[in-house]
């Protein structure tokens, strides 16, 4: 079954208002839509049970999102999770698409269950300034962390996850944030390809309006072509890590 979400205009208030969400589901289009949430804007997760029904640890594969508009107003307009069980979540890609104003992260993975998360890709993504700075924004973020909404499941990797062509405007420090969780469950093969902050290429490590952040779990992090160097690069602790969670 072929799911095609068109041309729909949606706009929420409230606390835990997501726009469009799907779970444990492939073939998926939703295209040429404006949504402005108070939470997320675009989700995609997956669970063992939903609404009490188990979802047989479907996956969430080939997902197409594009030329839509987003504007958020506390958490996230594009985004994997919380929630990310099942038997994988590959062969998704957003594209051409505008975000007016984020709050958190812009775009985001947060990879709190076991599903392994892999062949993604960001492309044509044009950001603006996010609503508060004092929330410490992010504009791209791959998260691995157990929280609260998925307590005790077990974690899976993210790998081949790609940033295209991605273009930042505002004034406001956003850094690009990389946090595995252990070896085991960490991430791999990740690509900064023409990321641009006001028009200038992001092409060191350190750029003050946005810095790379990494810990230990991160790796082969590329940016534009080349290894980035971990040097240079904000090393993040896991002490620092659960202070900027509480």
């Not at 492309?123 to 962390?145: A, C, K, M, T, Y």
């Not at 590329?222 to 900027?244: H, V």
Request: proline share 4%; glycine share 6%.
């Amino acid at each position: 079954q072929f799911f095609n979400v068109h041309n729909i205009k949606i706009f929420s208030w409230r606390r835990n208002a997501d726009g469009i969400d799907f779970h444990n589901t492939s073939d998926i289009s939703i295209h040429d839509c404006f949504i402005r949430t108070f939470d997320d804007g675009v989700s995609l997760k997956g669970e063992h049970y939903f609404d009490g029904a188990s979802t047989e640890d479907k996956p969430m594969e080939r997902v197409l999102i594009e030329r839509c508009v987003f504007w958020n107003d506390w958490a996230r307009p594009i985004a994997f999770g919380s929630e990310t069980s099942g038997e994988r979540m590959c062969d998704i890609t957003f594209r051409d698409c505008d975000i007016i104003h984020f709050a958190f992260m812009a775009i985001n993975i947060q990879a709190c269950g076991n599903a392994p998360i892999y062949d993604v890709l960001f492309e044509n993504i044009r950001i603006g300034d996010p609503i508060d700075s004092l929330v410490e924004p992010r504009i791209i973020e791959i998260f691995i962390r157990s929280m609260l909404w998925m307590p005790g499941e077990e974690l899976g990797r993210v790998y081949n996850v790609t940033f295209r062509n991605i273009a930042y405007k505002g004034l406001v420090i956003c850094p690009c944030r990389f946090i595995g969780a252990s070896e085991e469950h960490d991430m791999r093969n990740i690509y900064l390809e023409q990321v641009t902050i006001n028009g200038v290429l992001l092409e060191t490590e350190d750029y003050p309006i946005s810095p790379i952040i990494v810990n230990d779990y991160a790796q082969d992090i590329y940016l534009n072509g080349r290894p980035i160097d971990r040097a240079k690069a904000r090393f993040e602790s896991e002490e620092d890590t659960c202070n900027s969670y509480l």
